[in-house]
Nanobody, 125 residues
């Protein structure tokens, strides 16, 4: 069974940092790209960041630009992706979802997209 599992969420004080992890499991041969999305209460899901298997990164329009508080890192051989968030604010409170693009299994089964179940990040004092 191919799936994405996020971890690392929790309650964080404003100004703090955390690192979210996403592990892709199953008999996976390749993944084209992995992304982080987030959905705040009452808002639409939005793209936070993406990293391709080639190491190209991109960030969503809603994410702070320079200096960025968000850093995405990937370890494709381990099929892992990480999202570091620094200087957290209450506006970062959301469910953070991992998403994979074009997943191919060892048996050549193709999944155009996969979603994780999400991990909740709550920022509050």
């Amino acid at each position: 069974q191919v799936q994405l599992v996020e971890s690392g969420g929790g309650l964080v004080q404003p100004g703090g940092s955390l690192v979210l992890s996403c592990a892709a499991s199953g008999s996976i041969y390749s993944i084209y790209a992995m992304r982080w999305y987030r959905q705040a209460p009452g808002k639409q899901r939005e793209l936070v960041a993406e990293i391709t298997s080639g190491g190209v990164t991109g960030y969503g329009d809603s994410v702070d630009s320079v200096p960025s508080r968000f850093t995405i890192r990937g370890d494709y051989p381990k099929k892992m992706v990480y999202l570091q968030i620094d200087n957290l604010s209450p506006n970062d409170t959301a469910v953070y979802y991992c998403y994979a693009v074009n997943v191919v299994t060892n048996s050549m089964q193709r999944f155009p997209e996969l979603w994780g179940q999400g991990t909740l990040v709550s920022v509050s004092s």
